[in-house]
C-alpha cells in the first residue's frame, strides 16, 4: 500500500472546499473529498473550523497556508503604536529606522531572544 502524500492547504484552497460543499449540500463529504483528492476525515475538520478559517481568511492573505500569531504580542503592539504615532506626525523613516526602534523596545520589555527581520 502507498502511503498518502502530505498536502497543506492554503486558506484559499480551503475556502475553495467549503464554497463547494455549499453548493452541493446533498452530495455526501467523502465524494466531495475525493473530487478535491482529501481524505474524508481532513475534509471534516475543514468544515468544522469554518468559523476560524473563515475569520482568518479576512484577517490576512487568503493565499497564506498557516496563521502565526505574533510570538511577542506586547512588543508588537508597542511597535504599531510608535509607528501610528510616527505616521501621524508625518515623521518618515525607513526600514533601518523601524528595526532600530523594534529593538529598543524589545531591550526595553526585557525580550532577550528577539531578533529583528526584513519580514
Not at 500500500?1 to 502524500?5: I, V
Not at 471534516?44 to 475569520?55: A, F, G, T
Not at 508625518?90 to 523601524?98: M, Q
Given at each position: 500500500?502507498?502511503?498518502?502524500?502530505w498536502k497543506v492547504?492554503?486558506?484559499e484552497e480551503k475556502l475553495d472546499v467549503l464554497k463547494a460543499t455549499d453548493k452541493q449540500?446533498?452530495?455526501k463529504r467523502v465524494d466531495s473529498a475525493k473530487d478535491f483528492g482529501l481524505p474524508p476525515s481532513t475534509l471534516?475538520?475543514?468544515?468544522?473550523?469554518?468559523?476560524?478559517?473563515?475569520?482568518?481568511?479576512a484577517l490576512i492573505s487568503p493565499k497564506g497556508k498557516q496563521a502565526r500569531g505574533a510570538k511577542h504580542k506586547k512588543h508588537d503592539e508597542a511597535l504599531l503604536t510608535w509607528f501610528k504615532k510616527a505616521c501621524a506626525a508625518?515623521?518618515?523613516?525607513?526600514?533601518?529606522?523601524?528595526r532600530e526602534?523594534?529593538?529598543?523596545?524589545?531591550?526595553?520589555?526585557?525580550?532577550?531572544d528577539f531578533t529583528e527581520s526584513n519580514g
Open positions: 500500500m502507498m502511503s498518502r502524500k492547504l492554503s486558506l449540500p446533498a452530495q471534516n475538520s475543514i468544515v468544522s473550523k469554518r468559523d476560524e478559517i473563515e475569520r482568518i481568511a508625518d515623521i518618515s523613516f525607513d526600514s533601518h529606522i523601524l526602534k523594534a529593538m529598543k523596545i524589545a531591550n526595553r520589555q526585557g525580550i532577550a
